[in-house]
């Protein structure tokens, strides 16, 4: 389905339930793709399953930081290359369905129990990783926050598999916390192999990142070919607020 404004696509999302994904552009004649996309998650809220793709042909840090606030599964630059996009869509395809799967499990069935589960211990570790400072020690907290969050990544990979969670920034800052909590380093690629995309979505938000001061670089010195990837406290800030989000998804709809 296509639409020639932002006002015919809200009409055609209030028609169809049915849609998935909204692919927008950044510039419209009368408002902004951020404008009609902030307007869709607001309207269909009870819809947490839709997923938003940005097209710009003006990459800004700004934009990047407003596309993941709005929890947009991706946003591609022009002239968006065909393969690029197909990659795209197929992971919010996937994400969208296992949202879906979510929102049609029963709370008193198995798997309702265990999303019911999996949405505490995100709040739980929400609560534990909120006072993490910069250079904190293995203390007993940490360690207990390190469980939880591998506790949330084996249940969500166990019920539904690793679409049912954010798009890859928010997989990004998972990997990162789990290294930060473990006094581990994370290099470039092992971080874009552990948000589960494709790869030149993966760097381009590694970028993103950086830019928007939730990750830092740090070279390692034994290796000056190789450059490690931090969490900064903004970072373990909005880490703690996608926790929070998440356990809202889960239980949220019902």
């Known amino acids: 389905m296509t639409a020639g404004s932002a006002s015919d696509a809200l009409a055609l ?3 169809s339930p049915g849609i998935d994904v909204v692919l927008s552009d950044i510039v419209m004649p009368t408002t902004t793709g951020l404008e009609f996309l902030a307007q869709v998650r607001d309207e269909f809220a009870d819809r947490p399953w839709l997923q938003l793709l940005l097209i710009t ?6 934009t ?8 947009a599964s991706d946003y591609l630059l022009k002239p968006v290359e065909p393969k690029a996009l197909r990659e795209s869509v197929t992971h919010a395809l996937a994400r969208a369905g296992s949202i879906r799967e979510i929102s049609d499990t029963a709370l008193d069935s198995a798997n309702g129990l265990a999303l ?3 949405a505490d211990t995100a709040r739980e570790l929400a609560t534990r990783i909120s006072g993490f400072g910069a250079g904190r020690k293995d ?6 926050a390190l469980k939880l969050l591998h506790q949330l990544q084996d249940a969500r990979s166990s019920i539904f598999g690793p679409a049912v969670m954010p798009e890859p920034a928010w997989e990004m800052l998972a990997e990162l916390m789990r290294a930060r909590l473990a006094g581990q ?3 470039v690629t092992s971080l874009a192999l552990a948000s589960s995309s494709p790869m030149t979505t993966a760097l381009r938000r590694i970028e993103d990142l950086i830019q928007g001061g939730l990750v830092v670089r740090i070279p390692d010195p034994g290796d000056r070919r190789r450059t490690h990837i931090e969490l900064t406290q903004e970072g373990v800030m909005r880490m703690r607020l996608f926790l929070e989000g ?3 998804i889960v239980v949220g709809s019902r």
């Open 13 to 15: 999302l209030r028609a």
């Open 57 to 62: 042909g003006q990459a800004s840090v700004e």
């Open 64 to 71: 990047a930081v407003a596309a993941m606030k709005l929890d």
């Open 116 to 118: 019911k589960k999996l």
């Open 139 to 144: 203390t007993e907290p940490t360690v207990e």
């Open 185 to 187: 380093h994370v290099s």
């Open 246 to 248: 998440f356990s809202k």
